[in-house]
């Protein structure tokens, strides 16, 4: 079935850090990708998304590519401030026949001063 | 322009009661649909709306759940008989039609069974 692999968290960073947070993906077909982000005590928002490989979603300063040779779209932005501290979601979805979104188990993200 | 909201924010019960949970899709969006957000499970798919269609009801854990969509536009989340394991965030988003890719999110129901 599709499925979405998350890089296990938590991960601690300090400001102005490099991060990555790994996702990967299994699915039959050519889903969309999407990172959506809960910062604490608030709903899901979506941060970015790519409708096709090669596609580079981008947003806040967040990157990230549809890899489809390697399943993968990572999460990257080059200098963490302290309010992107949230837990992040990796999704793939809708496929064919079924509209829902598949989610990663989530990444929580702390970001020290 | 305004985003999904959802009603109640909290709601406790005992357990053995029934609760309703209400999701107002952005406006023109012809697609909603419902998630669990808990500790042991994560985001769980529960029921899509599209439309007139027959909803998609394959990710309601049991009949206990259901779900209706009156008039295109607000759905309510209706448990019966709550348990314990029913203690979660239930989600709602919408979208603007079948082969739109976004999904926007309410700010979630957190519902706690005693």
């Known amino acids: 079935g599709n499925s979405v692999t998350q890089m296990e968290g938590p991960v601690t960073l300090s400001e102005e850090a490099f991060l990555t947070i790994n996702c990967t993906y299994t699915a039959t077909g050519y889903p969309s990708l999407f990172w959506y982000v809960q910062y604490p005590g608030e709903g899901l928002q979506l941060l970015l998304k790519a409708t096709k490989a090669d596609d580079k979603g981008s947003n806040k300063g967040f990157e990230a590519t549809y890899r489809k040779e390697t399943t993968s779209f990572h999460l990257e932005k080059g200098s963490v401030q302290v309010s992107d501290s949230a837990v992040y979601f990796c999704?793939?979805?809708?496929?064919?026949?079924?509209?829902?979104?598949?989610f990663g188990q989530g990444t929580r993200l702390t970001i020290n001063p | 322009g305004a985003g999904v909201s959802q009603s109640p924010s909290n709601k406790v019960t005992e357990k053995g009661k029934d609760v309703e949970l209400r999701c107002d899709p952005i406006s023109g969006h012809t697609a909603l649909y419902w998630y669990r957000q808990s500790l042991g499970q994560g985001l769980e798919f529960l029921i899509y709306f599209q439309g007139n269609s027959a909803p998609d009801k394959s990710g309601l854990p049991s009949d206990r759940f259901s779900a209706e969509r009156t008039g295109g536009s607000v759905s309510t989340l209706t448990i019966q008989r709550t348990q314990q394991e029913d203690s979660a965030v239930y989600l709602c988003a919408s979208s603007l039609d079948r082969e739109a890719k976004t999904q926007y999110f309410g700010p979630g129901t957190r519902l706690l069974v005693l």
């Open positions: 999704a793939l979805g809708p496929l064919s026949g079924a509209q829902k979104l598949v």
